[in-house]
């Protein structure tokens, strides 16, 4: 049974399968380079051994050509130190840079697309799983749905985010090879690949909604479940066919997402009233996020998860105090009746306007507080904040991501909220809060 079980284990794991996925769908190897490399050390290989036998000199020398391309290909990419929302310029760039060392570097790993509906089919279901989604959810739905809601994911999420990023980087499994895998995403490249954090926010994030929903709202469990079996689904096989995880790294992620929801969920309202009640839980939130991030695993290497659990601590603990704060000044009341409440339509004319006018603001208050942060820390230490290197380390890398993202996630619950009310566009609060 175990040595079944092992060897199913290791089928998952195998990065073959990723590789004919990806190849399925319609991503395959730009240039012949690798497969003339193996053809020229098979001819080898069979005029010295005509029982075509492999030995480990053939297998050594196979891995280390294999291993000097795939080094020169990585010269030549750039190392993205920044968000999601800054990576398309990013990719450009790269797009440029690549273009320019073509003659540079005779042979690269690359990769050509025959079916471009596939392709951002799965970009976009990737792009759920990423910084650029959670920024434009949590807004949404606080600022047009149903706040009580929202603040409770926060909590999940911060959770199993925390866990699962640190999980990753204690195991240290490396993401599938390159040969046979081609990976078409940048930015995660360096991050270690088990379990997948991108299913585990594709499967905690949906079905939180879900169950959180159900206890308030009159609607359809079954189809609500559905939905976000087909997102956390969508989301996985998109990481798939990027060529950053294994079947093995999703399935774990996935799993392992509704694990710890699951240890979790029965403690989540009485923290959230611990939130909404204690007066300093904003000043407890604050150092808690700081704790965490110190108690992070050191990084064998340099990755962006250290910044992107950074990112998650800094927004999740700046909506819970927000909370606390509209709570404290009496902005908040408690319905007159208790759930379960029928889901009235919003009018979708002031959520457009609303969510115009948020996103405004908070993009003007990510660029203002981490331009202002990363100068104070990098005049501090005496660095060069213009270097990109200096937001590696983490004297500064912490306090430029927490700092910047707690003010976000502050400003998205209370500073938002306060000044749709001050213009008379705000949502109805009356039982959507507490």
Wanted: aromatic share 16%.
């Amino acid at each position: 049974m175990w040595n079944y079980l092992r060897s199913f284990v290791t089928w998952l794991h195998e990065p073959r399968h990723v590789a004919r996925f990806q190849q399925y769908f319609g991503v395959l190897p730009k240039s012949n380079s690798i497969s003339t490399i193996y053809n020229e050390i098979n001819l080898n290989k069979n005029k010295n051994n005509n029982n075509n036998l492999i030995n480990n000199d053939d297998d050594d020398e196979k891995k280390i050509l294999i291993d000097d391309i795939y080094d020169q290909d990585l010269q030549g990419k750039i190392n993205y130190d920044s968000n999601v929302l800054d990576e398309c310029i990013e990719e450009i760039k790269h797009s440029i840079n690549q273009n320019e060392n073509k003659e540079k570097i005779p042979l690269q790993l690359d990769y050509k697309i025959t079916s471009w509906f596939w392709y951002y089919f799965f970009q976009f279901g990737a792009a759920l799983g990423n910084e650029i989604f959670y920024i434009l959810f949590f807004p949404t739905w606080i600022w047009n749905v149903d706040g009580a809601v929202a603040r409770k994911i926060s909590i999940l999420w911060a959770f199993f985010m925390y866990i699962g990023q640190a999980t990753k980087d204690i195991l240290a499994i490396p993401r599938p090879p390159t040969p046979p895998v081609l990976k078409l995403e940048k930015r995660y490249i360096e991050e270690y690949g088990f379990p997948s954090t991108h299913a585990m926010f594709a499967a905690g994030i949906p079905f939180s909604l879900v169950l959180l929903s159900i206890q308030r709202y009159d609607f359809n469990m079954w189809l609500g479940l559905s939905v976000a079996a087909i997102v956390c689904v969508w989301v996985c096989l998109s990481r798939i066919y990027l060529g950053m995880h294994t079947f093995l790294d999703i399935i774990a992620g996935t799993l392992y997402a509704l694990l710890l929801i699951y240890i979790m969920f029965p403690y989540v309202d009485a923290i959230d009233s611990f939130q909404l009640n204690y007066s300093c839980a904003p000043i407890l939130n604050f150092c808690i996020g700081i704790l965490l991030i110190k108690c992070y695993p050191s990084l064998k290497q340099w990755s962006t998860a250290r910044s992107d659990t950074t990112v998650i601590l800094g927004s999740a603990f700046g909506l819970c105090s927000a909370t606390t704060a509209m709570h404290q000044i009496g902005l908040l009341e408690k319905p007159l009746t208790p759930p379960i409440y029928s889901i009235i339509a919003p009018n979708l004319g002031l959520c457009v306007v609303r969510t115009i006018l948020g996103m405004i603001f908070i993009y003007a208050t990510r660029q203002v507080v981490k331009t202002i942060v990363l100068r104070i820390t990098c005049s501090l230490y005496g660095l060069d904040w213009k270097n990109p290197e200096s937001k590696r380390l983490a004297k500064v890398e912490m306090p430029y991501y927490y700092l910047t993202y707690f003010a976000i996630g502050f400003n998205i619950s209370f500073t938002c909220p306060l000044f749709f009310r001050a213009l008379g566009i705000n949502r109805d609060y009356s039982y959507t809060e507490l």
